[in-house]
C-alpha cells in the first residue's frame, strides 16, 4: 500500500482520477514516474496558462532564489514586489483607465473572495450577498456561502446565510438553461428592491463569474452581465467579478471581461496571475471602495511570495505586446471548429466556451467520467465540471504547441465517439 | 510617490512599520534596498524557523525546478509529495504513534483550520465550536468566527455565528488573567454540558493553541490543557490543536504539544511546515475523523505545491535528530535570560514564552509601538501582538546564529530601557 | 396630559389615528366616551367578523362566567373545549374531508404561525421557509422573518435568516405589478430545486396567504397559487396557508380557499376563530405532520381560553347554514358596485377584494391617510395598509346593517372625492 | 375515542397528566365533568393568582360585557384601558418611583418576552442577549432562543443564535448548583468584556428571572442578581426582568422583585396581570429606551382586550392594601413549615421557593411524574418542572382557602412518603 493509501486524507480526489504519481512537466505535458507523457488540458484547473515550468520564469525564479531574494515578506514592501505592481500597472491598469488598488492577501482564490466579501459589507453596511446558481467561489466559509454546489455546500455543518443565490444569465451557446431567465431575474431583483414591503433589500455586491468555469463553462450573456452592473450601480451594490478562473489570458485578453461592457467595483484575481503556479492572489479594488479598510484588518502569512511576484512579473510580458492574446484567439477557434463535428454527431452533446476555455457538456456525470478516464488511458488529462460532472472542461495551457492541442483533441475526439457508440449499442 | 503608495491597498500594514524596500534575506537577516542589514526576530510571522533562505533547502529547490519538477500539482500524487509524505511518517507520527492522516487544502493558515472546523462539525453533527479568548486562528470566515480579537471580528460585516469564546487558561508566567480562571471555566462547561437545562450543549469541538502567539504569547497551563482534552475526550467533542504559528520546532520539539498530556484529534499546520517560506498547511486527522470526508468536499486549487513539498522534506531533516532542538532550548534559555534584567528593572513589564517564541508585555499598545519603533531604528525587527498591541513578540530564526541572536537582544533591551526612562522622565 | 400621553409607549398606533377614547360599541360601530357614534369598517383589524358584542355570543359567555364555567385551561380537556371541536370537527372539516388535527397555542396570530413554521422544519428536515413579497405573518421572530414589510423588519435589531421572499402572485385585478411575475417566479423556483448546483435547496414549507391582507389586500391569482400548491407537493414542501386574517367567513365561506385547487398541509387561524374578539389561535395540521410534534414542545400559557372557545362555538352556528356567507357575497358586491364609480373618476385609484374584504389602492400613502382622516371626521373608522400605507383597506363585519354599510361607503366616496380634488386643484 | 383523540394535536401534555374533562372552576379547586373536585396547586401555571372565577372580577366583567363596553380594541384608547393605566400607575409605579411607560402587546409571555429583546437590540445597537441556565421565556423563535431547556429548543428546526446562557446564580436554598458559581461566571463575563481581545462583546440586555418557575423554581441569590444588575448598568446593556410567572404578587409583593437591589430596565408581565386569566402581557419601559420605538413597529392583534382591562384593574385593588400580600407570607410559611418534615425525611429531596411559590425537588423526573400521579389521583393537582421534570412545582392561588392549602399539603406529602417509601422497599 503506497504512503498516499496509507496516510493521505479520504478527501484526496484528483489522484482517484488519475491514478499514477508524476515526476515532471514541462509546457502542456505532464510525466509520470514510469515516464509516460499526458498531454494536460487541465493545467492545474486554470492555473497554469503559461504552461509548466515555463522557462522564462523558472529562469527567473532561479535567479531571484540564487541572489537570495526575499521569499516572504507578508505585506512589506520588496524590489520583487514593486517591480510586479509597477509592470501590472503599466500594462493591465493604466491602459484600461483603472483606477483600482491592489490588495494582496492570503494566496488563494477563497482568500481573495473572503476579501471582497467583507469589504463589500463594510462599505456598505449591508450583509447580504447576491450570488449565482452554477458560480463556484471557493471553500472557506465566506467564499462557501457563495458556492451554488451542494456537494461543497453540504460539507459546511453549518447554515450558510448572508448569500442568496439567482439564477445565472447564460449566453445562446448554453442549452440547459433558456437565455430569458436571467433576465426575468434581474427584472424581478430590480422590482423587489425598489419595493420596501417586497422582503428583499439590496445587496452589498453582486458576485459573479463572467465564465463560470466549475459551474460547466456557462458564458455570460453579454446584455445579461451589462444589465447586472447596470443594477448594482442603480441599487448601491458593489460588483464583484470573480475573474479568478478565467483572467490573466484565458479569454484572449487579461481579463475575461475587457470585451463587455461593466464596470467592477473589485476583480479578484489567483490562480495564472502567479505565472508559474505558485501561489498569489489578488484583488483590484476602486479606491472609493479600498479606503474602508483598516490597517492590518484582513491580514494572511503569505500574503508576500516573492516568487511569485517574480514569474507574474515575467508573465506580464505576455500582455506587454498581443502575440499571446491573438494565439488564444486562434487555438481557441481551432478547438470549436475541431469539436464541431463530433458535438453534431451526438445530439445529447453541447459545447459552449470562450478564448482557450471550452466546455463538452456530455448531459450525464457518469458519461463525463467514461470519456475522462478513456482519455486519461489514451495520455490525455481533462477534468469534469458543471452539475454532477457532467460538462469536460478544456483548458489547455495558453501556449500549448498546436501539434499536442491536435493530438489531445483527437483523443477527446475518439474517446467521446467511443463512449457514446458504446451507449448507442 | 512610490508605487506602493499610489496603488497598493490602504489594508497594508507591516510596511508601515517597517517603511524600507527591502532586497535580499538569509539566515535571521534582512538587507533594504539601500543595503542596510536588520536582525530578523520576526521570521516572517513565525514562518522561517529555519531562517530566510536556508541554503540547504534552496539548493534542493533549484535542483527541482532545474530538473521541471511539478511545480503544481492540486491533489495529483507527485514524487516530491510522496517523498515528503513518507519522510513525515517516519520522523514525526511514526515516533509518535500518531495514526493521523494528513491533509492538505489551500496552503494558508486560514484555510487549514477551516477544514479542521468543517470536519469537526460534519463527524459530531454539532454546529458550535468553542474557541478561547486571544485565540487567532486566522481571517476567513470560519477561521475568523474562531478569532478573539474585535479589530478582526469587526471587519467581517456579519454576525460571526456558531463559535463561542470562553477564558483561555494562561499559565503562572502571564499575570494578565489568573490561571484559576481557565479551570473555572472548564469546571462551567462541564457542568453545563452535562444539563440538558443549561442552554448549552456540548460543541463539535475544541479549537485551542497551546501558544497563543498572536494573542500575546500565553503559554497554555498544563493542567488546563490536559483538563480541556479530557472534557473534549468526555463530551464527544474533538480537539482541534492550530499548531500554525508554534508547531514545526518552535518550543523545542516539532509539535508544541509534546510535552503535554493532550490527545489532538486534529493537528492544524501551515507557516514553517513549508521550510522555505513558500505556502503550505497540512491538517492532521486521527482516520476515524478523517473517513466522514468525501473526496473532493473540500479543494484549493494551490492544495499541491511541490516547491514546499521539496523544502519541507529538507526541513524535516533537522527532526531526523535532536540537534536543532536541543539549540532551541539552549537559545530559548539565553533569550529568557539575558531579558530577565530588562524586565525585573520595570514593574510594568512581564515575560512569557517558551523554546524560541517569548512576548514580552508592556502593558500599553503606544509604549510596544515606540519600542519596535526604537528597535527598527536600530537594525532590529520586532513586533507587536496581543490586546492592542501591547505584548512585543520575539520569535528568531532557530538557525538564527548566537552573534545575531545576542545582538538582538541587546538593542531590544537598549530601546526598552530608553522607552521606560523617557515614560518616567 | 392623559394618562395615555403619559404612561402608554411611544409605540402606541391605531390611537394616533383616532385620537378619541372608546366606550362601548356593538355590530358596527363603536361609540366615544363623549357619545359620538362611528362607523367600523375596521372591525379589530379582521377580528370582529361577527361584529361587537355579538348579542348571541356576549349572552353564551356571561351565562358560561356566571356558572363558574372553567376560563383558562392550558391544554386540560374542558367541556367548553370540547363542544367547540365537536362543532368545528362537523360543520367545518368533516364536510371539506379533511382529516386534519387542531392544535392550540399561545392565542394570537403570530405563535400559530411560528407554531406552523416549527412544524413544517422539524417535519422536513430542512430549514428555509419561503414566504411572499407584501406578506404579513406577526411580529414574534419566527413569524417576523416571513413578514416581508421592512418598517417591521427594521425593529429585530437581528440578521432575519431561514426565510426568503418571492413574488407573491397576484390576480388581475391587482394592477401594481404584472400577473406574470409570479408565475415566472414560480418556474425559476421549480428550476433551482431541481438543480444540486443552483445554491438553492427546496424548502421546509411555503408560506402564504391568499389574499394579502396587511400587504394591501392583493389577491392571490387562481392558477398562480394552484401551482404553488403543486410545486410544494412536487419539491417535498408544506403548504402553509395564514388565513389569520381573510378566513373565517370574510370571504364569503369558511376558509378563503375553498374555491380554490389547493392542498394546504397547514392551515393558521387566529383573529376572527374566537368570535367575540377574545384571543385564540388554532392550525389545522394534517395528521402526517402533526405526529412530529412531541407532547408539550410547543407551550403557552393562554392556549385554553374557554370564553373564546364558547363564543367561537357560537360562530360556528353561522356556518351551519349559509345564510351568513350569502349575505357576505350579496354586501360585498354591493361594495364592489358601489365603489366602482369613484375608482373610474380618479385614474389614480383601483379596487381589489373579494367577499367583504376590498383594498382601495390610492397610489401613496400620504394621500391615503388624508382620506382615513377626513372619514375618520365623518365618523367611519377605516385603516391603510399595503406599502407606504397606500391602501385603504375596508373589513366591515360582516354582520353590518345594510344601512350602516351604505352610510360608511358615501363618508368614504365622499372623503375620497374631496382629497382627489384638492390634490388637483 | 373522544373528539380530543381524534381530533386534538399530539402535542397536547398537561390533558395527559390529568385525564378528565373539566366543567367547573372556583378559586382553588377544579371540578370535572363526574363533578369530582381537585384542589388547584397549580393555578393555570401561575396565571390564577386570585383564583378561578374570582367573584368580584366575574361580576366586574359581566358587567362590563353587559354594558357593552368596547371587547377589543387593539391599541385605540378606552376607557377601561384607561381605569387600568390610572390604577395602575397609581397603585403600582408611582410609590415605587418608576418612570416606566406601559407597553401592550400580543396578550401572552412570550410576545412580552420578544418585544423587550427587540427594543433591548434596537436601543443599544448590538445583537447578542446573555439569557441564564435553567430560564424559560417562552416558544417564539426570539423568546426560545432564550430559553434553556432542550426540549423546547429542539423543535425550533433552525440554529437558535444571538442569545448565550450563562450560569444563573442561586441562592443557598438550591442544592443542585454551588452559589459560587453565578458569581464567577459574572466576575468571568466582566473581565471579558473590558477586553477588546476576548472573542465576547458586552450584550445588549440580560434577560433574567429573579425566581426561574419552570426551571425548577430556582430562586436567584439576592447579591448575586444585584451584582448582575451592576454589570448591566457598567457595561450599557439593558436589565430585562421576566416577572411574567412570579410577579404580580406571587412572592408576596407586587413585583418578585421589590426586596431586591436591582433596577431594571424593561419588566415583562403576562399570566397574573389580566387577573382572571384572560389574556394580556404589558411590559413596562424605561421611558429613555422607549422612546426607540417607532409607532406600530411591533403589533398584535390582540393587544388591547379589555376584559383582561377590566379584571386587572379589580386585580389591583388587592395591591392597594397589604391584606393579601401579608396573606401570601404567612401561607408560604405554612407550607414551607408543613413541607419541612418530610423534606427532611427523605435525603433525596429538596425545597426551595419564596413567597407562595415553592418546587421540591425530587432528584429525578420518573419519581416526580409518580408522585404527580398520587396527587392527581387523590385529588391534588400539582405539575412537574425543572430539568427532566424532577421539581414538584406549587403554586396554589394567593387566594386559596386555608382549608384547601392544609388538604392539598397532606396529598402531597402523603403521595411523596408513599412513592419514596416504594422506591427504598
Excluded at 326 to 345: H, S, Y
Aim: hydrophobic fraction near 40%; proline fraction near 4%; charged fraction near 20%.
Amino acid at each position: 500500500m503506497s504512503i498516499f493509501e496509507q496516510r493521505e486524507s479520504a478527501i484526496r480526489a484528483y489522484c482517484r482520477v488519475y491514478p499514477v504519481v508524476f515526476d515532471k512537466a514541462k509546457n502542456a505535458r505532464q510525466t509520470d514516474e514510469n515516464g509516460r507523457e499526458y498531454i494536460d488540458f487541465f493545467a492545474g484547473a486554470g492555473v497554469l496558462n503559461f504552461g509548466h515550468n515555463n522557462a522564462l520564469m523558472t529562469q527567473a525564479v532561479v535567479d531571484y532564489i540564487q541572489s537570495d531574494g526575499v521569499l516572504h515578506s507578508l505585506d512589506m514592501h520588496t524590489t520583487a514586489k514593486r517591480q510586479f505592481m509597477e509592470h501590472f500597472t503599466e500594462t493591465i491598469l493604466k491602459p484600461r483607465h483603472m483606477p483600482h488598488k491592489m490588495q494582496f492577501m492570503g494566496p488563494t482564490g477563497t482568500n481573495a473572495v473572503e476579501a471582497a466579501m467583507k469589504l463589500a459589507r463594510r462599505a456598505t453596511g449591508r450583509q447580504e450577498i447576491v450570488a449565482f446558481s452554477h458560480g463556484f467561489h471557493g471553500m472557506t466559509l465566506g467564499a462557501l456561502s457563495a458556492t451554488a454546489n451542494q456537494y461543497f455546500r453540504g460539507a459546511a455543518g453549518i447554515p450558510l446565510n448572508y448569500v442568496s443565490h439567482v439564477p445565472f444569465g447564460c449566453d445562446a451557446q448554453q442549452t440547459e438553461v433558456s437565455p430569458e431567465v436571467g433576465m426575468e431575474s434581474l427584472t424581478q431583483l430590480r422590482t423587489m428592491y425598489a419595493d420596501s414591503s417586497s422582503g428583499v433589500t439590496p445587496p452589498a455586491a453582486f458576485l459573479v463569474e463572467t465564465i463560470q468555469a466549475e459551474g460547466g463553462v456557462k458564458v455570460a450573456d453579454k446584455d445579461w452581465i451589462a444589465a447586472l452592473s447596470q443594477l448594482a450601480k442603480d441599487v448601491g451594490a458593489l460588483l464583484i467579478i470573480d475573474d479568478i478562473q478565467v483572467g490573466v489570458g484565458r479569454t484572449g485578453s487579461f481579463f475575461s471581461f475587457d470585451d463587455l461592457d461593466i464596470d467592477p467595483d473589485i476583480v479578484c484575481l489567483a490562480k495564472g496571475i502567479g505565472g508559474l503556479g505558485t501561489p498569489m492572489a489578488m484583488n483590484l479594488v476602486k479606491p472609493e471602495f479600498d479606503q474602508h479598510w483598516l490597517p492590518g484588518e484582513h491580514t494572511g502569512t503569505f500574503r508576500g511570495q516573492d516568487i511569485s511576484f517574480v514569474a507574474g512579473d515575467v508573465a506580464l510580458n505576455y500582455f506587454d505586446n498581443d502575440n499571446l492574446m491573438q494565439t488564444v484567439k486562434q487555438l481557441g477557434e481551432q478547438m470549436r471548429q475541431t469539436l464541431q463535428p463530433v458535438i453534431e454527431r451526438h445530439a445529447a452533446l453541447n459545447l459552449s466556451g470562450k478564448g482557450m476555455i471550452f466546455g463538452m457538456d456530455t448531459g450525464h456525470g457518469d458519461r463525463a467520467k467514461q470519456i475522462v478516464q478513456q482519455c486519461f488511458d489514451a495520455g490525455l488529462l481533462v477534468s469534469a465540471c458543471g452539475t454532477g460532472g457532467r460538462v469536460i472542461k478544456l483548458i489547455p495551457p495558453l501556449t500549448i504547441p498546436a501539434a499536442d492541442l491536435t493530438a489531445g483533441l483527437a483523443i477527446l475526439i475518439d474517446a467521446t465517439d467511443n463512449v457514446m457508440m458504446q451507449e448507442a449499442a
